[in-house]
């Protein structure tokens, strides 16, 4: 029987990248500090990692989809001066808010709902009781758990966000000490065929 491998599920904006009001060129992208390291290691130990992150700013017309495809080519390049590669990044275009009429609907991906987890769980053959969601806001907790992942809740609390309401397994400062967690408590469970 093939079994799923674990995963960290990465929230983008705020989370593997620092806070910026709807960033939309690749520029506008920089890795949190000391993320790459222990990236590393989670992959290292067999961990698969995947950005999910809601986008949007493509709903509202903010930008296009080649900007979003710019941008996460220039974030898998900051990543690779790290050796650090990505199994996927899943994005959310949807908005009901939304101008863009095909985009402005209310869909089951857009975080808490927990779609693009369980659609990457599905096509990468992970294990979302063995994988963890790493967000800065109380959606990212929220999606995690229905998913079935265990989940960190990261950086100062973002109005609105209590943690009473969410109950993140972890919570830490930042990113990368989450990851340094992650990467304790699962060791080598990442492993599936070496
Ligand atoms: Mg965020
Ligand atoms: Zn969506």
Request: net charge positive; with cysteine; aromatic share 6%.
């Amino acid at each position: 029987m093939v079994t799923g491998r674990a995963a960290v599920f990465l929230d983008r904006d705020g989370t593997l990248t620092r806070p910026r009001h709807y960033p939309s060129r690749p520029e506008h992208l920089a890795l949190a500090d000391h993320v790459g390291p222990w990236l590393r290691v989670l992959q290292a130990q067999g961990v698969a990692l995947v950005v999910v992150t809601n986008q949007s700013g493509l709903a509202r017309g903010y930008f296009g989809a080649t900007d979003l495809d710019a941008m996460h080519q220039g974030l898998r390049g900051q990543l690779a001066a790290w050796r650090v590669r990505l199994d996927g990044i899943y994005a959310c275009p949807h908005h009901v808010d939304g101008s863009v009429a095909h985009l402005a609907v209310r869909c089951g991906c857009r975080k808490p709902a927990p779609g693009i987890l369980l659609r990457a769980a599905g096509e990468l053959r992970l294990d979302p009781a063995r994988s963890w969601m790493v967000g800065d806001a109380a959606s990212d907790v929220a999606a995690g758990h229905r998913a079935g992942c265990r989940t960190a809740l990261v950086g100062p609390p973002a109005p609105g966000d209590t943690e009473s309401a969410v109950r993140p397994d972890l919570r830490t400062e930042a990113t990368w000490e989450a990851l340094r967690h992650i990467a304790e408590r699962l060791g080598d469970a990442g492993h599936t065929r070496w």
